[in-house]
């Protein structure tokens, strides 16, 4: 079963993400610290861990980038219109329901 993002705490998703960028760069730093005159089956394993390190990299650059999308669009929708957009319709369904309470009352 999966989650939509929408359905997942921002601050937990961005410390998740956080988190798993510094692992990685844990794991990137092991690799390149490996013997490189090694035998063929441990070259072969680092070759295999770069690519899986590689597409995580990929995963995770998307996930930073829709991340901070969101938080950007978070910022950009406080200017207050929307708000008072709001308020305004709000205002209005108040009247109307008030309008037509007054007239059904005998």
Not at 8 to 14: K, R, S, T, V
Not at 18 to 39: N, R
Request: charged share 40%; hydrophobic share 45%; proline share 3%.
């Amino acid at each position: 079963m999966t989650m939509a993002a929408a359905e997942l705490n921002p601050e937990w998703l961005d410390m998740m993400v956080k988190k798993l960028i510094t692992v990685l760069e844990a794991q990137l730093v092991a690799v390149a610290k490996a013997d490189p005159d090694g035998d063929a089956k441990s070259r072969a394993a680092d070759a295999r861990t770069l690519s899986a390190l590689e597409r995580t990299l990929d995963r995770l650059s998307r996930l930073e980038r829709e991340r901070a999308a969101v938080r950007e669009k978070k910022v950009a929708g406080h200017d207050g219109n929307e708000r008072q957009a709001l308020e305004r319709r709000l205002d209005k369904r108040l009247a109307a329901i008030r309008k037509s309470a007054t007239a059904k009352k005998p």
